[in-house]
T-cell receptor, first 112, second 111 residues
Framework: SQTIHQWPATLVQPVGSPLSLECTVE??????LYWYRQAAGRGLQLLFY??????ISSEVPQNLSASRPQDRQFILSSKKLLLSDSGFYLC???????????FGPGTRLTVT | AQKITQTQPGMFVQEKEAVTLDCTYD???????LFWYKQPSSGEMIFLIY??????QNATEGRYSLNFQKARKSANLVISASQLGDSAMYFC????????FGTGTSLTVIP
């Protein structure tokens, strides 16, 4: 069966520090991968998605970037965090772009 | 662009009763999918049910069913025999060329 992992589970970082969140999927090949952010009490905002190694689509201009160095690995990064980057970050995968997505446990990021 | 509207920010239901969570969508895609997710307080997003735009029958998964009315562009989630563990946020989503989530409905099941 397929499993999706995210780490760390929680993170507290000062403004201006770098960020690296990692997501890995097991049990499937060539998944579509997604990064979402959820502000407190809000819906999900799609940040990036990837249909293959090295292929990244950005949905909103922001202080973040994403990379996919391996088939089942998706990384969310920032060089300098802003207060507005605080939120709950969720990674997801799907077989088809228009198909159901399966989510990881998420990372709660607090920028202080 | 697609848009998802969930007009009920909060809902309450008595345990063992049925509840309907509303969702309307706006899309210009000919083919699309509709989804419902549950997000308990732990934060994980749990996939509940899927309906394809060309499916003629309403989707059903256990106690969850999707009341799909294509002409009205609505995809309401029906939860039968509510349980205390159903208390959570529920998100409607659509996927065609892109994936869009609604703002969610908070469901509280009262014992």
């Amino acid at each position: 069966s397929q499993t999706i992992h995210q780490w760390p589970a929680t993170l507290v970082q000062p403004v201006g520090s770098p960020l690296s969140l990692e997501c890995t999927v097991e049990g499937t090949s060539n998944p579509n991968l997604y990064w979402y952010r959820q502000a407190a009490g809000r819906g999900l905002q799609l940040l990036f998605y990837s249909v293959g190694i090295g292929q990244i689509s950005s949905e909103v201009p922001q202080n973040l970037s994403a990379s996919r160095p391996q088939d089942r690995q998706f990384i969310l990064s920032s060089k300098k965090l802003l207060l507005s980057d605080s939120g709950f970050y969720l990674c997801a995968w799907s077989v088809f772009l228009a198909g159901e997505q399966y989510f990881g446990p998420g990372t709660r990021l607090t920028v202080t | 662009a697609q848009k998802i509207t969930q007009t009920q920010p909060g809902m309450f239901v008595q345990e063992k009763e049925a509840v309907t969570l509303d969702c309307t969508y706006d899309t210009s895609d000919q083919s699309y999918g509709l989804f419902w997710y549950k997000q308990p307080s732990s934060g994980e997003m749990i996939f509940l049910i899927y309906q394809g735009s060309y499916d003629e029958q309403n989707a059903t998964e256990g106690r969850y069913s999707l009341n799909f009315q294509k002409a009205r562009k609505s995809a309401n989630l029906v939860i039968s025999a509510s349980q205390l563990g159903d208390s959570a946020m529920y998100f409607c989503a659509t996927a065609g060329n892109q994936f869009y989530f609604g703002t969610g409905t908070s469901l509280t099941v009262i014992p």
